[in-house]
C-alpha cells in the first residue's frame, strides 16, 4: 500500500492564476502536476542543501547549540 500523497494550497491575484491556468492548458497540464514539478526540485536542493551546511558546520565545532559562554548576560545597571 502506497503512502497518500499531501494536497497544499496557495493563494494567488487573479491575473497570476489566469496566467497560470493559460500555460497550463497551452502545455496540456495539470495545475497540480505543473507546480509540483517546480516545487519537488527547490524542496530537494533546500534540503540537500541544509544537510550539506549542517555537516559542514559540525566539522567546524558548530553544533546549533544555544548554550552560553561564562559572564554576565544582559545589563545590570548598578
Do not use: N
Not at 499531501?6 to 491575484?13: F, H, S, T, W
Not at 519537488?40 to 544555544?66: E, W
Request: net charge positive; with cysteine; proline share 3%.
Amino acid at each position: 500500500m502506497a503512502i497518500e500523497r499531501k494536497d497544499i494550497r496557495a493563494k494567488l491575484d487573479d491575473d497570476m492564476h489566469a496566467a497560470l491556468k493559460a500555460i497550463c492548458d497551452l502545455d496540456g497540464i495539470d495545475m497540480g502536476v505543473f507546480i509540483e514539478q517546480l516545487l519537488v526540485p527547490v524542496i530537494q536542493k533546500r534540503s540537500h542543501d541544509a544537510i550539506v551546511l549542517a555537516d559542514k558546520l559540525q566539522r567546524l565545532g558548530l553544533t546549533g547549540s544555544a548554550q552560553r559562554l561564562p559572564g554576565t548576560t544582559g545589563s545590570r545597571a548598578k
